[in-house]
């Protein structure tokens, strides 16, 4: 029963993520037509005459490697909010438990308002993934050295560090060029306008491994759900399960972080989403809270390109709206 209803959600759930991509590619400051898309693709793909002409640039060159970035930082984010709230035990924790958010902020503001675009199109991206890994670094080893390692002890490290990036972040702002203030706000937002094939890979990495996690260690995580009691009986080490996820969550995050900015809420909603749709254990709870995901931020990319056309909004406001009114409502139904 419970598997059959898993696999009519994955079968909607393609269907409606293949609609969101075409329409994410098609509809932007220069509309183009859905036929004509799928046109474009085929033809790079061989099938029929070769793409050429503006309109093949903008769908290959600029929108297609947008949707598939959403595509991973949906999938990533979600994922690993799965793992999170399973071994935190905690509803509400999402990705950017670590600092993660306000370290990469802390090096993407570095760049725009001090260091400046010294490597290329790949300064910004490096600086942000550099600031998440030295925030995750820090986070862990506060940990580490405490007595306990439960996962009270990372959320109060967590937060500690990213007041610390947070304020580093702020001092930047101000002291360097007020001209920037703008680029500071829309990437601390969450955007997507870095996608490009050459920096895709890394939103690649970041998705997979997140991904890759979640199902090698599906069945740990499964025992992990009848208490630490039960876990350990199975023969689950507890602590080195929560610290080889809590490494691996924080070095995907790192990851597409550096490339879409600080978008919050899909690593905490989408889990949620999909228990209620299909079950609890982590092999099919993974799958689908990827599905979810993916499709989650490909529609709020979409609705931040058309809500204020030709102005786009930072997609991390419209998820970040759509979460508080999810919060709301489960709160009221509880």
Known sequence: MMRGRATLVWIAGAGLLLALAVAGIAFGSTPIAPAEVLRVLAGALGIGAEPHGPVARIVLDLRLPRVLLAICVGIGL?????????????????????????????????????????????????????????????????????????????????????????????????????????????????????????????????????????????????????????????????????????????????????????IGFVGLMVPHLARALVSVRHGVLVATSALLGAILLLASDLASRVLLAPQELPVGIVTSAAGALFVLIVVLRR
């Open 78 to 262: 979600a994922t690993v909010g799965v793992l999170l709230q399973t071994t935190t035990r905690n509803d509400l924790a999402d990705p950017f438990l670590f600092g993660l958010s306000s370290g990469a902020a802390a090096g993407a503001v570095s760049v725009i308002t001090i260091f400046g675009d010294r490597l290329g199109v790949w300064t910004l991206p490096l600086a942000a993934f550099a600031g998440a890994l030295v925030s995750a670094v820090a986070v862990l080893t506060l940990m580490l050295r405490q007595d306990g390692r439960g996962p009270e002890r990372l959320v109060i490290a967590g937060l500690a560090v990213s007041f610390l990036f947070g304020a580093l972040t702020t001092l930047m702002v101000f002291s360097g060029d007020q001209r920037a203030a703008y680029s500071v706000l829309f990437w601390t937002a969450g955007g997507l306008g870095l996608a490009s094939w050459s920096n895709l890979p890394l939103g690649l990495v970041g998705a997979a491994l997140a991904f890759g996690t979640g199902m090698a260690l599906r069945h740990r995580l499964d025992a992990l759900l009848g208490g630490e009691e039960t876990a350990v009986s199975l023969g689950v080490d507890v602590d080195r399960l929560r610290l080889v996820v809590f490494a691996l969550a924080a070095l995907a995050t790192a990851a597409l972080v550096a490339l879409s900015g600080v």
